[in-house]
């Protein structure tokens, strides 16, 4: 059944998988939705997981949390930026997908405020080293989004224009 919504649990069944093995997979991929606050995924991205090698796995959750936050607004933050990275992605225009990425910025500000501030609340570590790793996934998010929307980070302005977008109120106060 297309787009069916299980747990880590149903999906070992379903795909005659060891239940650990799911477990460890699922852990680079955010929930599609919350069932009675249980996270679920849609079977078909459980597959796709498991096709990869362990290493293309780690791979693809290099920006999964290590402290391993569990938040339904992290992780519903954590599903709508990969839906927009898809669509920039599948977008043929190259000036849209700029466009795209540059509607994506608050998205990511939100994504990395969040966390610091349940990371702080949940005190999980020195406020430095969490300080540290919110860094590193917002900078492997933006490295994402450089891919998708074909614009160098390091080149073109994609860096500054991406921090203008996450501000643009900023030249409003600097003006006044």
């Not at 649990?9 to 699922?26: F, H, K, S």
């Not at 349940?118 to 860094?135: M, P, Q």
């Not at 073109?156 to 921090?163: D, I, K, W």
Request: aromatic share 6%.
């Amino acid at each position: 059944m297309p787009g069916q919504l299980v747990s880590r649990y149903a999906a070992a069944r379903l795909l005659g998988r060891d239940r650990q093995t799911v477990e460890r997979a699922v852990r680079t991929l955010a929930p599609d939705a919350y069932q009675k606050g249980q996270p679920r995924w849609r079977l078909e991205r459980i597959a796709e997981i498991l096709a990869m090698s362990p290493q293309q796995r780690r791979e693809a959750g290099r920006a999964v949390d290590r402290y391993s936050i569990r938040s339904a607004k992290l992780d519903g933050m954590r599903a709508e930026y990969e839906r927009q990275v898809e669509e920039i992605t599948a977008e043929p225009s190259l000036d849209s997908r700029r466009e795209m990425a540059l509607a994506l910025a608050p998205l990511l500000q939100a994504y990395q405020t969040t966390y610091l501030d349940l990371g702080r609340s949940l005190h999980l570590a020195a406020d430095d080293v969490l300080s540290a790793r919110a860094e590193l996934i917002f900078q492997e998010l933006m490295t994402e989004v450089s891919e998708a929307a074909q614009w160098p980070r390091h080149g073109e302005n994609f860096f500054l224009r991406m921090l203008q977008a996450m501000a643009p109120d900023a030249d409003d106060d600097e003006a006044a």
